[in-house]
Each structure stands twice: as structure tokens, then as C-alpha cells.
């Protein structure tokens, strides 16, 4: 019975031995899992979370930024000149753009519209001819409110961009004024209605005596928008209004050639239009030229033609819409003051205005109340002046005329009038009557027409 209950003792304390084991041999396993656990855990060395009793929190996935809106290129290159007439403006972007981005402005206006040639590209097409010579300014938009990306974001800061527009072939110019009456030319286009291009020579005008050729007219062909103007030169051909066109005016025309005769033209058409009056075709003036031959606006000014011969008797003849209406001796300049020969427009007009100078011997003089002054050379200008004779050189270089001769010239050589100084006898050729020279007595008497300097235009 001992032996049986010594047994029993034993394998009691077997099975506790074998329980304790195998508890261990537990705790081993959990703690081993923990150290795995905890070292496997990312904690960052600020986060204030807690994760089993340790500071930690579980790692999370990064967002990427969106990318930047950028201008990538545009097309005209910003401050390129000779851009076309009918080019369109494109603009590259680096991202997509929202459905509903502000656009771009144009300044000066221009009609058209803006399209997507894709998700980062915009094109603007005129809808006609941008105005020649202009500087075009596109202005993209950015900054709150400004231009923006599919993922929200906007152009950090406004951009503009600039071109110029080509200049139009002086054929065309020539074509248009004469169009609206400014030349002593008409243009009769041969080409249908709308065809345009450079012919590959153009013969000078010819000389008619029963006026311009039958065709259509030309300016009645034109379109009525400004801005669908054809700018490159119609098929066609000038011909002189006038039967009797003196040739001292019809040597200075030279079809597509930039030339005196054109100049006074366009003079002519920037005074009638309130325009600075310099005689250079720039963006205003073609602006305005366009607007005029889409409305029809036809100057009711008769050509006049201003021809001087310095050959004695000194003479001025008024030549206007194809005949002599007026003719008077006159002074001209008198030897190392002497009044230069060529041909000048009319550039600036008074009424009444001071003349200061120096005389060939070195002596000032200063003249006040100088009637009815036409400048059409520097300081030279037709005007009113008292001599006690006119017929021969007696000025600084001025051509003058007896007061009542010279207020019958003032309404007729208006600003773009063209003067010609030459010499010769020209009754004959201008079909009028010889001149003679005029002596007033020296007690003759006169009235300026005002005190006040005043530019008349």
C-alpha cells in the first residue's frame, strides 16, 4: 500500500512538472510574438497616440500635389512683327484646363472667338483681317480668378504676351485711296468680285481723254465689314480722272511705289478724319481707311493740284478736278533764301499767324498777322504778304501772294494739297491765260483777317 501510494506522489509531481514546462514554454512564445510585434510597429517620434501602451500611430498612404499651371508657349512668339493678317493665336499649357477657365483677352479688341484644340491647348481665330501694323497684346489671366486646371489649380500670375501685324503692300493703299477719290487715279478692278493677288508687273496709268475705262467699281465690289477687306492687291489698273493731268503731277505717280502723290493722299484722308496728319500709313490710319471703304465714306473734296514756276513772271496756278480756276503772280525766295524746286504736301494751315526768321544779310525779322498761311516745305508756305510788287523773288523762301489773291487760295490748298516749285512758262501747257506781273501802289492799305495765331484745318 506505500509502495502503491509513493507511486501516486509521483506521477502527480510529473504532471506538474509537465504543466509548469509547457506554461513556460507559452510565455516563451507570447513574448517573443510581442517583441516581433512591437519592432515591426513604425513610431514617429512626435505622434502623441498610443498603440498597446507605446506611442505610435499606423503608417498612411502620401497624396501627390497637383501639378503646376504653366504657359508652355504661345504662337505669335511674344514681340514678333510681320505676324499675318489672318493669323490665329495659340496657347500651350502644361496641364489640362477646366471646362469653365476665364480666357484670355485681346487688346486692341479683335472679333473672333476662342476653341480648344486640346484638353492643354487654345487657339484664337479672328473672324476677319487684324488691323495692319497693329501691335496686338493677348493678356492670359492668373491669380485668383485667372485661368485654371482640371485639379483646381490657377496660374500663379497674369501673362502678356505681344505682336505686330504686317504692313499692307502700297499697291493696296494706293487702290483704297483711290477708291474714296483722294488720288488723281481711279482703280478699275478686272478680277471677280472677292479675288485678290499681286499681278506679276502692273503698267503705269494711262492717260485718257474721256475719263476713266468702263468697268465695275471697284469700291462698290469691296466688302462692307473692315475687317473683311482684302489687304494684298486687287487685279486691276489706274487711269487718270482728269483729260488734262499736268505732267508735273503725272510724273510723281508710280503705281506700288511709295511716292509724294500717295503721301498728300493719305494726308488728305487723316485731315478729313481727325487723324494726326502725318502722312505715314500706320495702325490708326488703316483702321480708319478700312472703316471708310466698308461704309462708302468718299471725300467730296475735288482734286487740287498747287503748281508754282519760278521763271518770271512768277506765277501760282490753282489746278482743280482737271482745269486751272485760279491763277496769281507771286514772290518767291530771293538769292541765299531762294525757294527750293520739287514737289511737298500741305502739312499745317493758319490763318493767321507770326513769322520769325533770319534774312540772307543776317538781319531778324518778325512779321505778325501773316494771313492765310499754307506751310508745305519746313518754314515755307504759301501765304498773304504786302510788297509793293509780285512777279519776281522778294522772299525768305515763302511763296506770297497779294492779300485778296491769297484768301481765294486758302479754301483750296487744304492739308495734303501737293505744291510743286518748277520753272518754265506754263500758260500754254495748263491751257490758260500768261501771267503778268502785278505792281501795287504803295498806298494801297489792308486789314489782317485776325491778331491770333490759329491752325485751321
Known sequence: MEAEGQAGRNAASYRRRVIVSMTLAV???IGVVEAFAITAVNVPSNSSSSLGGWAGTARTKKVAKPAALLLQSEFPASGADNIAYDSAITLK??????????????????AGRWSRLSPTTLTFQPQGNLVPLEQITVRIPGGSGGMESTAGVTLSASVSTSFTVEDVPVLRLQQLLAELGYLPVTFVRTSPTGASGVPATYSSPI???????????????E??????IPLQPEQGSFQWRYANTPSQLAAQWVPGAWNV???GALMAFESDHGLDIDGVPGPTAWAALLQAVAARDTTSRPYTYLLATETLPETLYVWRAGQVVFQTPINTGVEGAATPLGTWPVFSRFLSTTMKGTNPDGTKYDDPDVPWVSYFYESDAVHGFLRPGYGYPQSDGCVELPYANAEAVFPLDTLGTLVTMTTGQLSAELGTTPPTVIYLPTTTTTTTTTTTPFEYP
Open 93 to 110: 499649357f502644361s496641364v489640362p484646363l477646366a471646362a469653365h477657365t476665364p480666357l484670355p483677352t485681346i487688346s486692341p479688341p479683335v
Open 223 to 228: 466688302p462692307t465689314t473692315p475687317d473683311a
Open 207 to 221: 492717260t485718257t481723254t474721256a475719263g476713266p475705262a468702263d468697268g465695275p467699281s471697284a469700291l462698290a465690289a
Open 27 to 29: 510565455i516563451v512564445v
Open 261 to 263: 502723290v500717295t503721301q
